[in-house]
């Protein structure tokens, strides 16, 4: 199924609905176009596709064609698909979509995200068929997706598929953008343990996450940080081996559209004859699709009250409540309905009179005129949700007031409320609001009308639905960059096979190793993290070959590293080189200091290990060390923050140095550092071969000090000073096997290298697929 590729980039825009619906009449195939939200929005920025230099050069469309096909059928379809909507179908199965799209996504996902956790179920087998038709969606996308196509994903239905892709596809940029809002922690945390990893784990996949709201991009970056433990710094999400950005991308709609449309004879026709049946009344516009979250219950309510509140209005107004048929079988959409009809009918019960009924009610789709000529007809549009993500009708609504007048009533649950402020804004969950909106709303003068709309119409005329789709395409892109980042600091097999020729030939080595976060991975208690039994044959293995002399530089305290590594014939160094013992040898300091400012600081670091649980202070000779892995991971930066800042008032004329480590806030001597004693040993050495890895800050200091010739190797993603970089503790471990591989030694020594070869092929197998 490869599709034709181009030499520039092309787009490949993946949602579970594909911008035409496949139908079946008389035994023949009917295509016939959908005009959902989001295919209507991106048309004005998919025509122009192609034409700007900078962005991609032609777009293909990944989904759901809108009906279950048989699968003889498919081949057909597949190619007309192609050829007539430049789509690629993924065929999914009744069951499948009964599991998936009317189960998971609509029964779970949509009311939860939409923070409406009751109606929410949490079933299993609608969850391993949500995985199942993201995995499915990946498998075509692997048909499909070249190596420079940039791919675009969006919306809730499809959250598994970044990581999915990404796995197989590591150098292509991928956007997901979320449609609807993310939940902030609390609702979101609702999800079972595992799926909401997942889903989280899925997303982070994307090279570029994208919300309508600034809020719902802190929401997201909260429950990454608290469910997955990944921290972000602007938005940034630094993960092993790559970054992840969440950012806020308001969608607007193609604004020309709706403004010439007002005007266009068309609509004008349908206006003349909207009005000749309305007859003289104010008017007021709902409109949307059928759905618990758009709040047209409360609206109603509103209304009625609304006409009870104001009896002289009785007769003189009209609500035009159009409802879009959508998800219809599911059963609560199903009941919805008919709850609605009942209001509109005690509504009209209870107010109408021959000639005047006080709600209009229609239960269809309206095509694009005829739903501007609502717009151009009506005084008020009411759009009440209870949450929505962004809601276009509002924006769609100002775009079509060619002439200013009108008020929007708009809730302040809406994305669009965000950009709308001079819209009347209400708590749709408060009906009283909502009356009292309506009698603001037909009191506004219209010179205030004007000056309102105006606002409102500027800023949705820069902020089109074209500016929206080209800046997240630029800023996705734009991470490819990043990406080339970490291609030119990871280990390449090139890398490797230096490092291993200049180990082979060289007659004395320093190896420099730093322990926690590089030899053995953290943990949340610092005390457990001894050395298993890996790591000791590790370091054995490398002890045993004469011409090495193995160091390892820790800021742990020297009684620690004795009982853990002291039986090994290597050198350890404690405190960040305050102390160091070499082979069996006692323990010597580096340099005579009092350590009188302890105790005037401890009490300070056990208040603090108080005040947040999680945390502990850890008391060495020559330093003091207060923990916050295990904290609160909201709560364990500020927190360290207000530490660093009272301890630098205390320590004004103290020879002290305050460092903010991983997870930690460190108190140790000035003057004493890794660096510091690397450069003793490098000056009384002579070595002619050196490999120093670390992963902290304090590994810096060692970085810095090596020549450059030396293999400085920094452990995990960050800025260093280091010349290469890995991912984590197991590369470390893979790369510290490969130097004392017997076979390679022998391989190296005696002939044909192939067996190193291929050993490079497969210790570097990880990194390359990468990349
Ligand atoms: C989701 C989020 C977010 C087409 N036919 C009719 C009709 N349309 C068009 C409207 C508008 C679109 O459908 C509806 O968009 P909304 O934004 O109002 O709502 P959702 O469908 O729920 O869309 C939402 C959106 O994605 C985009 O990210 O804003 O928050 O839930 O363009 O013109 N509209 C009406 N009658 C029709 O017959 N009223």
Wanted: aromatic share 8%; charged share 25%.
């Amino acid at each position: 199924m490869q599709t034709q590729r181009a030499h520039r980039r092309r787009l490949v825009i993946v949602s579970n609905r594909l911008p035409f619906s496949v139908g079946e009449a008389d035994g023949k195939f009917e295509y016939r176009e959908t005009t959902g939200g989001l295919v209507t929005g991106l048309a004005s920025y998919l025509s122009s596709v192609g034409s700007d230099a900078a962005g991609p050069a032609e777009y293909v469309w990944v989904g759901w064609p809108g009906a279950t096909i048989a699968q003889e059928s498919q081949k057909d379809i597949t190619a007309e698909a192609l050829e007539r909507f430049r789509s690629v179908p993924v065929y999914l199965s009744e069951q499948e979509m009964d599991q998936f799209y009317l189960g998971f996504c609509n029964k779970t996902i949509w009311p939860l995200f939409h923070s409406l956790p009751s109606p929410a179920v949490f079933e299993e087998p609608m969850w391993q068929v949500y995985r199942k038709v993201n995995e499915k969606f990946r498998d075509v996308l692997l048909s499909v997706v070249g190596p420079d196509d940039i791919v675009w994903i969006h919306d809730y239905h499809l959250m598994l598929l970044p990581a999915l892709l990404n796995e197989r596809m590591p150098a292509v940029p991928i956007g997901f953008f979320l449609h609807i809002p993310f939940p902030s922690y609390e609702i979101f945390r609702l999800l079972p343990g595992t799926w909401r990893k997942e889903i989280l784990d899925g997303l982070i996949g994307a090279d570029m996450v994208g919300f309508h709201t600034y809020e719902y991009t802190q929401h997201f970056l909260q429950s990454v940080l608290r469910i997955l433990g990944h921290g972000h710094t602007m938005g940034q999400i630094l993960l092993p081996g790559r970054d992840v950005k969440a950012d806020t991308f308001p969608m607007g709609i193609d604004y020309d559209r709706y403004a010439a449309a007002s005007t266009s004879p068309e609509v004008q026709t349908e206006v003349s004859r909207l009005r000749g049946s309305l007859g003289e009344v104010r008017v007021v516009l709902s409109a949307d699709r059928l759905d618990y979250t758009k709040g047209i219950q409360n609206r109603l309510q509103g209304y009625d009250l609304f006409l009870e509140q104001n009896p002289q209005w009785r007769g003189k107004i009209v609500l035009v409540l159009v409802v879009v048929p959508s998800r219809i079988g599911v059963e609560q959409y199903d009941l919805m309905k008919r709850q609605l009809e009942e209001l509109v009918g005690r509504i009209n019960g209870k107010y109408g009179i021959i000639g005047w009924t006080p709600v209009v009610y229609q239960y269809r789709h309206v095509p694009f005129a005829p739903l501007v000529a609502l717009y151009v007809v009506s005084d008020v549009a009411l759009v009440t949700p209870l949450r929505d993500g962004m809601n276009l009708v509002a924006k769609e609504y100002v775009a079509a007031r060619a002439g200013g007048d009108g008020v929007l009533i708009l809730s302040e649950m809406a994305g669009a409320a965000k950009e709308l402020g001079e819209a009347v804004l209400i708590n749709p969950n408060h009906t009283g609001e909502i009356a009292a909106a309506i009698a603001v709303a037909l009191k506004i003068p219209r010179d205030e009308q004007i000056r309102r709309m105006r606002i409102m119409q500027g800023r949705l005329q820069r902020s089109t639905v074209h500016r929206w789709a080209t800046d997240f395409v630029q800023a996705t892109l734009g991470t490819v960059e990043a990406k080339k980042k970490y291609d030119t600091e990871g280990l390449s097999a090139d890398m490797c096979k230096l490092l291993l020729r200049d180990y082979r030939k060289s007659g004395k080595r320093l190896i420099l190793l730093d322990y926690d976060g590089t030899l053995v991975p953290f943990v949340r208690e610092h005390s457990k993290a001894r050395p298993g039994h890996r790591v000791i044959a590790l370091m054995q293995k490398l002890a045993s070959d004469p011409l090495n002399e193995l160091v390892i530089v820790s800021g742990r305290d020297r009684h620690t590293l004795e009982s853990w590594l002291g039986a090994l014939p290597i050198r350890l160094v404690a405190e960040h080189g305050f102390f160091i013992r070499s082979g069996g040898n006692e323990w010597r300091a580096s340099k005579q200091v009092s350590g009188d400012w302890k105790a005037r600081l401890t009490p300070i670091l056990r208040l603090f290990a108080d005040r947040l649980p999680g945390t502990s202070v850890e008391e060495k000779e020559y330093s003091l060390v207060w923990h916050y892995r295990g904290a609160d991971p909201e709560q364990g930066e500020p927190v360290a923050h207000e530490l660093i800042d009272n301890l630098n008032a205390l320590t004004g004329n103290v020879d002290v140095q305050i460092m903010q480590a991983n997870k930690a806030v460190e108190i140790r001597m000035a003057g004493v550092n890794k660096g510091t004693v690397a450069r003793e040993l490098i000056a009384v050495g002579k070595y002619d071969f050196i490999l120093a890895m670390g992963d902290d800050r304090t590994d810096e200091d060692l970085f810095a000090v090596l020549p450059p010739w030396a293999f400085s190797i920094k452990v995990g993603s960050a800025y260093s000073r280091a010349r290469f970089s890995c991912r984590d503790v197991d590369e470390v471990h893979r790369l510290l096997g490969m130097l004392t591989d017997q076979a390679l030694e022998e391989d190296i020594r005696h002939g044909p290298v192939t067996r190193t070869l291929q050993f490079l092929a497969r210790l570097t197998k990880g990194w390359a697929e990468r990349r």
